[in-house]
């Protein structure tokens, strides 16, 4: 089939639908809301799922793992062996250092909310960190204004603060807050650097944080504050290893016997990322199955109005066969237009759903990422539906006899 025919069929099939805009529009409306969703839907989750992903990953970090009391608690029996659970502890920091050799770095740290003060402006309920000397060897902590807090101002628990970029704004305004004298939890600190910014997660600022040395904090919140620890590898690519031998240097730490349980938990980004991925897939399976059922409606009424056209244009089938048009020139043509007509419902449901989710994107806090694959797989699928439903009305036509075509349309 060479081009000039392609192209004649295509102005045929064209020419059929502009002759019957309303009922073309109406055959094609199943498609159009389907493929929207798809665009939409697919979109809404990607971007969803790019903003967690980068979330966790900043958070944990790529190339380390977290150790906490309970670790990940993914059932009632997981959340009920964990409740005795005794606290991290600097001591279980230490064991790490001297027993696991594939570590380069062990930061402990621990958050609470708190009030943060400048002059008379208040932020309440701001989330102050507390870290240890080794902070600086972790790459999610880094700043864009003034510095980072010394090991030696951490070692002897200064009162110096880094702020999130949100603290800094709402706090100071256009003033430079490098240096300036800002209050936690009623406690004067020295601002000595802001962060740079981490974004927002469904509209929640990441960056409305203080990051404290851990020895003040404990004066701030007491003295057996919750920790998790921050462990980096020596290489990112033995961080089994490392995990492997810093579960060894906790049970040793803590005398646990052989038979007994871990009484810590440990996790990674991927350990996270692999858990909502699991959990995000059977959603993300049945709105797309939900979609997809639609597109099989649509695709059902797309062949019901082919039949309705074939059975109309009865006398320019049988007029085209008598002039010579073969029983396969019927076929393609009766499929080309279902095709046509599918896509065309695919195109316009393509640049709803893109314009949907672009709207969702920037306009309320849920992240929406519009993906080139998903739009050639939604025109894909509606190619495919507008062959697989026009193959029954085609036939129909193709097999018509011109002498009772021709009777039958006059």
């Known amino acids: 089939m060479n081009v000039r025919i392609i192209a004649e069929m295509l102005k045929i099939a064209l020419s059929a639908i502009l002759n019957n805009k309303l009922r073309s529009f109406l055959t094609v409306l199943g498609n159009i809301i389907a493929v929207a969703s798809i665009i939409a839907l697919v979109s809404l989750i990607q971007g969803v799922n790019n903003e967690v992903t980068d979330a966790i990953v900043t958070e944990v970090g790529a190339d380390a793992f977290m150790v906490d009391r309970r670790g990940l608690m993914l059932s009632e029996e997981d959340t009920e062996r964990a409740r005795n659970n005794p606290t991290i502890t600097l001591d279980d920091a230490d064991s790490i250092r001297r027993f696991a050799k594939s570590v ?201 109005i082919m039949l309705m056209a074939v059975s109309e244009r009865t006398h320019e089938i049988g007029l085209r066969k008598a002039l010579g048009a073969r029983r396969q020139d019927i076929l393609w043509q009766m499929l080309f237009e279902a095709v046509v007509l599918s896509v065309l419902g695919g195109l316009i449901g393509v640049s709803l759903g893109a314009a949907a989710a672009i709207g969702f994107d920037r306009f309320a806090p849920i992240p929406a990422s519009v993906h080139t694959w998903s739009i050639l797989l939604a025109i894909t699928m509606t190619a495919v539906i507008g062959l697989f439903f026009g193959i029954y009305p085609a036939a129909r036509a193709a097999s018509l006899d011109p002498i009772d075509a021709l009777g039958r349309g006059n």
């Open 104 to 304: 380069t770095a062990v930061m402990a740290e621990a958050e609470q909310k708190g009030e943060v003060r400048f002059l008379e402006r208040v932020l309440e309920s701001v989330s102050i960190h507390g870290v240890s000397r080794e902070f600086d060897r972790f790459s999610s902590y880094n700043v864009e204004q003034g510095r980072l807090m010394t090991s030696l101002e951490v070692n002897r628990r200064h009162h110096v603060v880094v702020l999130g970029r949100d603290t800094a704004i709402r706090l100071f305004g256009e003033i430079d807050p490098i240096d300036r004298r800002i209050k936690v939890q009623g406690v004067p600190f020295r601002v000595v650097g802001v962060s740079p910014p981490k974004g927002s997660i469904f509209g929640e600022s990441q960056d409305e944080f203080a990051i404290v040395p851990l020895g003040t904090f404990r004066r701030l919140f007491g003295s057996r504050p919750d920790l998790q620890l921050r462990v980096q590898p020596s290489n990112p690519n033995t961080i089994e290893t490392a995990i492997g031998e810093t579960t060894v240097a906790l049970r040793i730490a803590r005398r646990l016997k052989a038979t007994a349980d871990d009484n810590f938990g440990i996790f990674t980004s991927d350990t996270i990322l692999n858990i909502y991925d699991q959990a995000t897939t059977g959603i993300f399976s049945l709105l797309i199955g939900v979609v997809g059922l639609a597109l099989v409606v649509s695709g059902i009424v797309i062949m019901n």
